[in-house]
């Protein structure tokens, strides 16, 4: 085998070959994946992961790094070949194992799996949207902590881009539109997307079905737009970053035109490049075409050192780090809150302040509708945590989720902790997602229960990925009313607890509210979904028993006789509950009423706590929920009932309309004496 590469090609040229050539060899190993993007994006990847991306393979967490998403999540390869050929953790057997159980190579780019991927892609746009939520966090991060001292020396211990690579799928996607709107009206002038102009999606050529004019989309948007760049043009392509780079009050779209399966003498520029293997022939074929002389997986020493950037990366974080001893110096507190934020650590008092909160809530007994109590929720954490960050798409009213001394974030003032995402739902919650993945900032959203309809693929992805996202979804049931069944959800609660890793809390008064809120605020490993009422809602008497709400689900209600049955119950249903519990128990039916705010925290417990609760020996149970009825089965059992909804709601006054479909006590009370 022969490690020499021909001396007509320059250096770049083989650099670049090597990312197609390992793409290629690695989908043909696996018998499936993409080939062709990566082969048509190598060469405007090598310019910029070698010559401008600042980054350190040793630490792929430096806060201050330089972010890359690939949107096209597909075309994985082309990142898993940038980490590895570059330096970080990803050994060569990884790239050999691409598509495997157990890898670090999944067929589309996972956050947590491989060092250095900053999101999971694959859905398209959503890679986009991340981007944009990182681009969001840069901004307000630099405003609250880059600072000039009195000597005028500027410290940008915030100061870095966000570069994002996306497809013809990427901009068809609705999301697209979403975000890249709300990217321009915030002059988010770090973020720099470059669009691999292809041509080709997996239904062959994209002039059939997708002719937009993308510059002057993006131009309408308020973007700085770099038309027809050739995509294989190294100066070409670095002239046009290098220039994005200049803009400060405008994002940028590069526009390259490439070719998909660049090199492949006979599927180039056609869809059969995109989603398939290339086969033996072809890949032999285009090894002759590129002169690429190496073996499958094999990269020589010079490749190898022209594309190392250990030395470099650690010599960029150094400087900065050196710039942030001073920082410390000069700005000691800005500095340690820096840290605290960075590493995802709450306040000394979280605890105590938590507590205190709680106390008090119990004590004042309010009457009110979730919605309400969550709004004075926000407004104490927003008081004693500035990383708290928040949003609403175009709902802050409804959703309660803006507080008088909530300071809006602005193209011109980034300093703030609160979004008018616009009607933007999906993006939003992506966007979200992004923010949370930067680091340094808690993120929440609001929207209708109704409308994460729209948002749900980020939301799951939000599960998916572990990290931290919390959704606030308000008008939770057909108890909203008058809206009438197109705002009134019935399956979404069994679709938020049926997604793995997502953790969902149905309070049932203002107590449970701030209990919910401090589990979401704790939880790193996941998205919350905390889902409020519009309507008033009674202040449950507990007794000073608070610890045992943050289980998940406790006793509510115990009789004084040995209960016959247990009525477990939700949100707003809980106080219905108990109306039906207290007359059962008038007439010598003893019934115990559990109130399960979270199921999938209950679910959690040891079982010596769930059969305290839920004991095996109390068979006959009736659930309450105005919700779909089939996911409480799992709770009361083939023997049990459920009062809920197996049909779409009616418009009409709220109370009326719960009346009408049988959520009373005296439905409660039928249900219990049937099965008993």
């Given at each position: 085998m022969s490690?020499?590469?021909?001396?007509?090609?320059?250096p770049?040229?083989i650099?670049?070959?090597?990312i197609?050539?390992?793409?290629m060899?690695?989908?043909?190993?696996?018998?499936?994946?993409?080939p062709?993007?990566?082969?048509?994006?190598a060469?405007?990847?090598?310019v910029?992961?070698?010559d401008?991306l600042?980054?350190?393979?040793?630490n792929?967490?430096?806060?201050?790094?330089d972010?890359?998403?690939?949107?096209?999540g597909?075309?994985?390869?082309?990142?898993y070949?940038?980490?590895?050929?570059?330096?970080?953790?990803?050994?060569?057997h990884?790239l050999?194992?691409?598509?495997?159980i157990?890898?670090?190579?999944?067929?589309?780019p996972?956050y947590g799996d491989?060092?250095g991927?900053e999101?999971?892609?694959?859905p398209l746009g959503q890679?986009?949207?991340?981007?944009v939520?990182?681009?969001?966090a840069?901004k307000?991060l630099?405003?609250?902590?880059?600072?000039?001292d009195?000597a005028?020396?500027?410290?940008?211990?915030?100061?870095h881009?966000?570069?994002?690579f996306?497809?013809d799928?990427?901009l068809?996607?609705g999301?697209?539109h979403?975000?890249?709107?709300?990217?321009g009206?915030?002059?988010?002038g770090?973020?720099?997307?470059?669009?691999?102009?292809?041509?080709?999606s997996i239904?062959g050529?994209?002039?059939?079905w997708?002719?937009?004019?993308?510059?002057k989309?993006f131009?309408?948007y308020?973007w700085?737009?770099?038309d027809?760049?050739d995509?294989?043009?190294p100066?070409?392509?670095?002239?046009a970053i290098?220039?994005?780079?200049?803009?400060?009050?405008k994002?940028?779209i590069?526009c390259?035109k490439?070719?998909?399966?660049?090199?492949a003498p006979?599927k180039?520029?056609?869809a059969?490049?995109?989603?398939?293997?290339?086969?033996?022939?072809?890949i032999?074929?285009?090894?002759v075409?590129l002169?690429?002389?190496?073996?499958?997986?094999k990269?020589?020493?010079?490749?190898?050192?022209?594309?190392?950037?250990?030395?470099k990366?650690?010599?960029?974080?150094n400087?900065?780090q050196?710039?942030?001893t001073?920082?410390?110096?000069q700005?000691?507190e800005?500095?340690l809150e820096?840290?605290?934020?960075?590493k995802?650590?709450?306040?000394?008092?979280w605890?105590?302040?938590?507590q205190?909160?709680?106390r008090?809530?119990?004590e004042d007994?309010?009457?009110t509708?979730?919605?309400?109590?969550?709004?004075?929720v926000?407004r104490e954490?927003a008081?004693?945590?500035?990383?708290?960050?928040g949003g609403?798409?175009?709902?802050?009213g409804s959703?309660?989720?803006?507080w008088?001394?909530a300071?809006?974030i602005?193209?011109?003032?980034?300093g703030?902790?609160?979004?008018?995402f616009?009607?933007?739902?999906f993006?939003m919650?992506?966007?979200c997602?992004?923010i949370?993945?930067?680091?340094?900032?808690?993120?929440?959203?609001?929207?209708?229960?109704m409308?994460?309809?729209?948002?749900?693929?980020a939301?799951?992805m939000?599960?998916l990925?572990?990290?931290?996202n919390?959704?606030v979804?308000?008008?939770d049931?057909i108890?909203?009313g008058?809206?009438?069944p197109t705002?009134?959800?019935?399956?979404?609660?069994?679709?938020?607890?049926s997604?793995?890793n997502?953790s969902?809390?149905?309070p049932?008064?203002a107590?449970?509210?701030?209990?919910a809120?401090k589990a979401a605020?704790e939880?790193?490993?996941?998205p919350t979904?905390?889902?409020f009422?519009?309507?008033?809602?009674?202040?449950?008497d507990?007794d000073?028993r608070?610890?045992e709400?943050?289980?998940?689900a406790?006793i509510?209600?115990?009789p004084?006789?040995?209960p016959?049955a247990i009525?477990?119950?939700?949100?707003s249903?809980?106080?219905?509950?108990?109306q039906?519990a207290?007359?059962?128990?008038?007439?010598?039916?003893?019934?115990?009423?559990?109130s399960?705010?979270s199921?999938?925290?209950f679910?959690?417990?040891d079982e010596?706590?769930?059969?305290?609760v839920?004991p095996?020996?109390?068979r006959a149970r009736?659930?309450?929920?105005?919700?779909?009825i089939?996911?409480w089965?799992?709770w009361?059992g083939?023997d049990?009932?459920v009062?809920g909804l197996?049909?779409?709601?009616?418009?009409?006054?709220g109370?009326?309309?719960?009346q009408?479909?049988?959520?009373?006590?005296?439905a409660?009370?039928?249900?219990?004496?049937g099965?008993?």
């Amino acid at each position: 085998m022969s490690s020499r590469q021909p001396s007509r090609k320059p250096p770049r040229q083989i650099r670049a070959n090597a990312i197609r050539a390992l793409a290629m060899d690695a989908v043909q190993k696996a018998k499936s994946g993409h080939p062709g993007a990566p082969m048509g994006m190598a060469d405007i990847a090598e310019v910029l992961w070698t010559d401008i991306l600042k980054h350190n393979p040793a630490n792929p967490d430096w806060s201050n790094r330089d972010r890359f998403v690939l949107s096209n999540g597909h075309g994985s390869m082309l990142l898993y070949s940038l980490l590895h050929l570059t330096g970080y953790d990803l050994p060569m057997h990884e790239l050999e194992n691409f598509r495997q159980i157990g890898s670090k190579t999944p067929g589309h780019p996972e956050y947590g799996d491989t060092p250095g991927v900053e999101t999971t892609t694959g859905p398209l746009g959503q890679g986009l949207a991340n981007a944009v939520g990182m681009a969001i966090a840069e901004k307000v991060l630099a405003a609250r902590f880059n600072r000039t001292d009195e000597a005028g020396n500027a410290y940008a211990i915030v100061d870095h881009h966000t570069y994002v690579f996306v497809g013809d799928g990427c901009l068809m996607e609705g999301i697209s539109h979403e975000v890249s709107s709300l990217a321009g009206t915030l002059q988010l002038g770090k973020l720099i997307c470059i669009y691999d102009d292809n041509g080709i999606s997996i239904d062959g050529k994209v002039d059939g079905w997708f002719t937009d004019d993308t510059a002057k989309r993006f131009e309408a948007y308020g973007w700085h737009v770099n038309d027809f760049v050739d995509g294989h043009d190294p100066k070409a392509v670095a002239s046009a970053i290098t220039a994005a780079k200049k803009e400060k009050n405008k994002p940028s779209i590069i526009c390259c035109k490439t070719q998909i399966g660049y090199g492949a003498p006979n599927k180039a520029g056609t869809a059969a490049a995109h989603g398939s293997p290339l086969g033996e022939d072809e890949i032999a074929a285009t090894r002759v075409a590129l002169g690429w002389e190496l073996e499958p997986f094999k990269i020589s020493d010079e490749i190898y050192k022209g594309w190392d950037c250990r030395l470099k990366g650690a010599a960029s974080e150094n400087v900065w780090q050196q710039q942030f001893t001073e920082y410390s110096q000069q700005f000691p507190e800005l500095a340690l809150e820096f840290e605290r934020r960075i590493k995802g650590d709450l306040p000394d008092d979280w605890q105590e302040r938590m507590q205190a909160l709680l106390r008090k809530t119990d004590e004042d007994g309010k009457n009110t509708a979730s919605r309400n109590s969550s709004a004075e929720v926000i407004r104490e954490l927003a008081s004693f945590l500035p990383e708290l960050i928040g949003g609403s798409a175009d709902l802050s009213g409804s959703n309660n989720t803006h507080w008088s001394e909530a300071q809006t974030i602005t193209a011109d003032n980034a300093g703030g902790n609160y979004i008018f995402f616009g009607v933007r739902e999906f993006g939003m919650t992506a966007i979200c997602s992004g923010i949370s993945l930067h680091g340094g900032l808690l993120p929440f959203c609001g929207t209708f229960l109704m409308f994460m309809e729209y948002a749900r693929n980020a939301a799951r992805m939000s599960a998916l990925m572990g990290i931290q996202n919390i959704l606030v979804y308000t008008h939770d049931s057909i108890g909203q009313g008058e809206d009438g069944p197109t705002h009134q959800p019935v399956e979404q609660l069994a679709n938020l607890r049926s997604t793995p890793n997502m953790s969902v809390w149905r309070p049932c008064d203002a107590v449970e509210t701030v209990v919910a809120w401090k589990a979401a605020i704790e939880r790193r490993s996941g998205p919350t979904a905390l889902v409020f009422t519009r309507q008033e809602i009674a202040h449950q008497d507990r007794d000073g028993r608070l610890e045992e709400i943050g289980r998940g689900a406790y006793i509510l209600f115990e009789p004084e006789e040995a209960p016959k049955a247990i009525i477990i119950a939700t949100g707003s249903e809980v106080d219905i509950a108990m109306q039906a519990a207290t007359t059962l128990a008038q007439s010598g039916t003893p019934v115990r009423v559990v109130s399960m705010p979270s199921t999938d925290v209950f679910e959690g417990q040891d079982e010596q706590y769930k059969q305290t609760v839920l004991p095996d020996s109390i068979r006959a149970r009736v659930a309450v929920e105005a919700s779909q009825i089939d996911y409480w089965r799992k709770w009361v059992g083939l023997d049990g009932d459920v009062v809920g909804l197996t049909t779409f709601g009616e418009s009409g006054q709220g109370t009326e309309v719960m009346q009408h479909f049988g959520f009373t006590p005296d439905a409660i009370i039928a249900a219990v004496n049937g099965i008993l």
